[in-house]
């Protein structure tokens, strides 16, 4: 071999070794990367005072979800629609296995120990949800009442099951990400208005009765104006808000305390300054106290004081807006609006439904959990327990995200090879 034939020959198998990801969008995937970093170095911020080392953990689980989210985008994703089934059938066996020999912590029997980990099942439930729903969806599309309760029938068994943990958060994420996948499906809006409108309604029955009838007045007319044979329609919608504010108060009571306190107290933390309102009044101090641009990293006295209990999780973002400020709340909220401006972009470029319907399962999931948990730690939402995508700790969100990002880039790097 010559010396001009070496170069070339290293050339070639260097093109042919990074040729499987060359079609990747490395916006997504260095903008999820700067989130993940970002999150390491406002967990290592907030355990400064304790001898915790979840920063290190944060950056080798993120570094392990990179590697799964490469291989994953590589695979042809298409080949799931032949084994949704099976995701489907492991998703719930896993939720099984929580309910059975689970480990409780704060209040929800969540977490399955292995050796000395805990793993969380019920985020990468998420993940089963979102394939399974993309593969009924693209074979039939959500046009009819019958795809939409077939759909919702798929749901309800991992609900369910998470709902028995009890998990909250996780519940109302899978909710989300139905309604969302359901709506790209082509549901009528109205159903959708429908689906949640006994929730809206047992909660209004019990705020302001006003608010009340004008909200069932206003579903009859949905139902009216959406559902076959209208007479019918209106008289279904109005039943069905009817009988949930009345039962408003029996669901109320099926609540855990500590439930019922983060779903009321946002409203009036000072009412428990010192309990359950404790959480918002602090991280609210602490956001405020940062100013525009922050107190710098490790210099809030909110966070180094741990002021803020689990800042480290839930209420990472406090930290982030003490001590980077409004602009470090900014940067954090425009990583996030391209995150899902390309997975926007992704879905609506995408060669078949099955790839379209992923990427939305996968951006109705992190808006959720971004609208939420954001809107907690400012006293605009309940606290649900819901992690920051790639900026709170916690092992199994964030390899759920990675691989949810993973699948997304599969659809992004196999788009022109479905070309026939």
Same mark, same amino acid.
């Given at each position: 071999?010559?010396?001009?034939?070496?170069?070339?020959?290293?050339?070639?198998?260097?093109?042919?070794?990074?040729?499987?990801?060359?079609? *990747?969008?490395?916006?997504?995937?260095?903008?999820?990367?700067?989130?993940?970093?970002?999150?390491?170095?406002?967990?290592?911020?907030?355990?400064?005072?304790?001898?915790?080392?979840?920063?290190?953990?944060?950056?080798?689980?993120g570094g392990i979800g990179l590697v799964l989210a490469l291989a994953i985008a590589r695979w042809r994703y298409d080949i799931l629609t032949e084994w949704y089934w099976f995701i489907y059938a492991i998703t719930n066996v896993t939720l099984l296995i929580v309910i059975f020999i689970g480990t409780t912590a704060n209040g929800a029997q969540s977490w399955?120990?292995?050796?000395?980990?805990?793993?969380?099942?019920?985020?990468?439930?998420?993940?089963?949800?979102?394939?399974?729903?993309?593969?009924?969806?693209?074979?039939?599309? $959500?046009?009819?009442?019958?795809?939409?309760?077939?759909?919702?029938?798929?749901?309800?068994?991992?609900?369910?099951?998470?709902?028995?943990?009890?998990?909250?958060?996780?519940?109302?994420?899978?909710?989300?990400?139905?309604?969302?996948? *359901?709506y790209w499906a082509n549901a009528n809006p109205g159903w959708l208005v429908l689906l949640v409108s006994p929730l809206v309604a047992a909660i209004l029955y019990g705020v302001f009765l006003p608010a009340w009838f004008a909200w069932v007045a206003l579903m009859i007319y949905v139902?009216?104006?959406?559902?076959?044979?209208?007479?019918?329609? $209106?008289?279904?919608?109005?039943?069905?808000?009817?009988?949930?504010?009345?039962?408003?108060?029996?669901?109320?009571?099926?609540?855990?305390?500590?439930?019922?306190?983060?779903?009321?107290?946002?409203?009036?933390?000072?009412?428990?300054?010192?309990?359950?309102?404790?959480?918002?009044?602090?991280?609210?101090?602490?956001?405020?106290?940062?100013?525009?641009?922050?107190?710098?990293?490790?210099?809030?006295?909110?966070?180094?004081?741990?002021?803020?209990?689990?800042?480290?999780?839930?209420?990472?973002?406090?930290?982030?807006?003490?001590?980077?400020?409004?602009?470090?709340?900014?940067?954090?909220?425009?990583?996030?609006?391209?995150?899902?401006?390309?997975?926007?972009?992704?879905?609506?470029?995408?060669?078949?439904?099955?790839?379209?319907?992923?990427?939305?399962?996968?951006?109705?999931?992190?808006?959720?959990?971004?609208?939420?948990?954001?809107?907690?730690?400012?006293?605009?939402?309940?606290?649900?327990?819901?992690?920051?995508?790639?900026?709170?700790?916690?092992?199994?969100? *964030?390899?759920?995200?990675?691989? $949810?990002?993973?699948?997304?880039?599969?659809?992004?790097?196999?788009?022109?090879? *479905?070309?026939?």
């Open positions: 071999m010559t010396m001009l034939q070496k170069p070339l020959l290293t050339r070639f198998r260097w093109k042919a070794l990074v040729a499987p990801w060359q079609e *990747l969008d490395w916006l997504l995937l260095l903008t999820v990367i700067g989130l993940t970093i970002l999150g390491s170095l406002a967990i290592r911020s907030t355990e400064l005072s304790q001898d915790f080392n979840s920063w290190v953990q944060h950056l080798v689980i399955v120990t292995i050796g000395s980990f805990n793993v969380q099942p019920s985020e990468f439930a998420k993940v089963g949800m979102i394939i399974t729903l993309a593969a009924l969806l693209q074979e039939r599309t $959500a046009s009819t009442l019958l795809a939409v309760f077939k759909a919702l029938a798929i749901t309800s068994v991992p609900w369910v099951l998470i709902m028995l943990q009890p998990d909250l958060g996780t519940g109302l994420v899978f909710g989300a990400i139905t309604l969302g996948m *359901l139902g009216w104006r959406t559902l076959p044979w209208p007479l019918y329609g $209106a008289f279904f919608a109005a039943t069905i808000n009817l009988i949930a504010g009345g039962l408003g108060h029996v669901f109320w009571g099926l609540l855990k305390d500590y439930q019922r306190d983060r779903l009321t107290l946002f409203l009036d933390p000072d009412k428990d300054p010192l309990g359950g309102g404790y959480h918002l009044i602090q991280s609210r101090i602490a956001i405020g106290a940062g100013g525009l641009w922050g107190r710098g990293l490790s210099h809030g006295t909110q966070t180094q004081l741990s002021f803020i209990p689990e800042q480290h999780t839930d209420f990472i973002f406090s930290a982030i807006g003490e001590e980077l400020g409004f602009v470090g709340c900014l940067l954090v909220l425009v990583l996030f609006w391209l995150v899902c401006l390309r997975l926007v972009i992704i879905a609506q470029n995408s060669k078949d439904n099955f790839g379209s319907l992923l990427a939305i399962g996968v951006l109705s999931m992190i808006v959720f959990q971004v609208l939420v948990n954001i809107g907690m730690t400012i006293g605009l939402a309940p606290v649900t327990g819901i992690p920051l995508p790639w900026l709170s700790y916690g092992r199994s969100s *964030l390899l759920t995200n990675f691989i $949810a990002i993973g699948l997304v880039e599969s659809v992004y790097n196999n788009r022109q090879r *479905l070309r026939f």
